[in-house]
Structures are given as C-alpha cells and as structure tokens.
C-alpha cells in the first residue's frame, strides 16, 4: 500500500496550492480518503474528507469556502485545491485512506507534503 502526496510548496497569502495523493496497493474507490494537517508545533487536524460511492464531501469550519476536496478514482487520486491561503495554514499537510466500517487504526497515511505560507 502506498500513499504519495506532492504538491506543497511555498506560496504567499492569498494565492493558491494544489495538492495531490497517488494511491496503490489497495481498492481505491472504496475508500473515504481524508486530508490531515499538521501545523508547527501542534497536533494533527482533519482538514477534508471525500466519501467512498457518493463522493460526499466535508470540511473543517477553518477551510470551508476556500478548499475543495476532489477524488478521481480512474487515477487512484485524491485532490486538495487550496485557495485563498493563509499563513496559519502552514503545515505538514497528509492523506489517508479510510475503510467504511473499520477501525481507525488501520487507515493508510502517506508521508506528507509541506505547505509554507508566507510572504
């Protein structure tokens, strides 16, 4: 099983990053994938999630409005689109794949990408 984020980088506020994860090893479609992030010094936070079947999305008050979580299942991919960034959305930002019905702990996460935002 492999989960492969790229896409961060360094951005001023205001502009505009957009994540991806490539997912293998595992039957992608019927997986909610969820976006994670870790900012300095703190705990990890959800971000984002895209359902399995109806493709369902929800979002954490902080970055609704502004990103936008999508899945391409012909690709094995999930996206994050991120708009309007802020500087207190500088993180480790990580997906992980979530089986309906099972426990937590055996999600898949990938290794993270680091999203910088500053001018």
């Known amino acids: 099983v492999q989960l492969v984020e790229s896409g961060g980088g360094l951005v001023q506020p205001g502009g505009s990053l957009r994540l991806s994860c490539a997912a293998s090893?595992?039957?992608?479609?019927?997986?909610?994938m969820n976006w994670y992030r870790q900012p300095p010094g703190k705990e990890r936070e959800w971000v984002a999630r895209?359902?399995?079947?109806?493709?369902?999305?929800n979002y954490a008050d902080s970055v609704k409005g502004r990103f936008t979580i999508s899945r391409d299942n012909g690709k094995n991919t999930v996206y994050l689109q991120m708009n309007s960034l802020k500087p207190e959305d500088t993180a480790v930002y990580y997906c992980?794949?979530?089986?309906?019905?099972?426990?937590?702990?055996?999600?898949?996460w990938g290794q993270g990408t680091q999203v910088t935002v500053s001018s």
């Open positions: 090893g595992f039957t992608f479609s019927s997986y909610a």
């Open positions: 992980s794949a979530h089986r309906p019905g099972a426990s937590r702990g055996n999600d898949y």
């Open positions: 895209v359902n399995s079947g109806s493709g369902s999305t």
